[in-house]
């Protein structure tokens, strides 16, 4: 969202760090709200052919260039897309999600490339209705539970911490 370059040379060495640590890290890509000089799959892709194992977040599922946006996380195996307002009332009124993608998305969310975004509450709709939007998409229980929870999990470890936190 800002107007920098990822691919500055001034910061490879933070990307390396991250991709070494396998701290996940959340962009916004897209060319939403605004495009810029440096927003788009492009220049993030750049950062991901120098490092490819780091772990990435696109948020939005790079709304509005879901296509590009699902090649690369079709091509990276670390890089994964978030939910963020996609599938809303707010979204499909400007920006609807493809349907022809479906079975992409489908894909993605059960091979664990796809994660529950809500950046609640700086959003112009109930939180609810993000995960309404998500179930009547019609994909299924096992792709809900895998967007929902799951793929965080195995991304984050979560189950192993909430393990921890019981045994105290």
């Not at 120098?50 to 879901?66: F, N, Q, S």
């Not at 998305?105 to 994660?115: E, F, M, P, V, W």
Request: charged share 25%.
């Amino acid at each position: 969202m800002g107007d920098f370059d990822p691919r500055l040379k001034e910061i490879d060495d933070v990307w390396g760090l991250l991709a070494e640590r396998g701290v996940p890290v959340v962009v916004h890509a897209s060319s939403i709200p605004l495009p810029g000089h440096h927003t788009g799959p492009g220049p993030i892709t750049g950062v991901l052919d120098r490092h490819p194992d780091l772990p990435m977040i696109v948020a939005r599922l790079g709304m509005p260039e879901y296509d590009e946006f699902f090649e690369v996380a079709e091509t990276f195996p670390n890089v994964r897309l978030d939910t963020t307002m996609t599938f809303t009332d707010f979204a499909e009124r400007d920006m609807p999600f493809p349907r022809r993608l479906l079975p992409r998305l489908r894909d993605l969310g059960l091979a664990g490339k796809i994660l529950l975004g809500s950046d609640f509450p700086a959003v112009p709709y109930p939180y609810a209705h993000q995960l309404h939007a998500l179930d009547r998409l019609g994909l299924g229980d096992d792709w809900l539970r895998a967007v929902c929870w799951n793929n965080a999990d195995n991304l984050l470890d979560l189950s192993a911490h909430y393990t921890r936190s019981a045994e105290h």
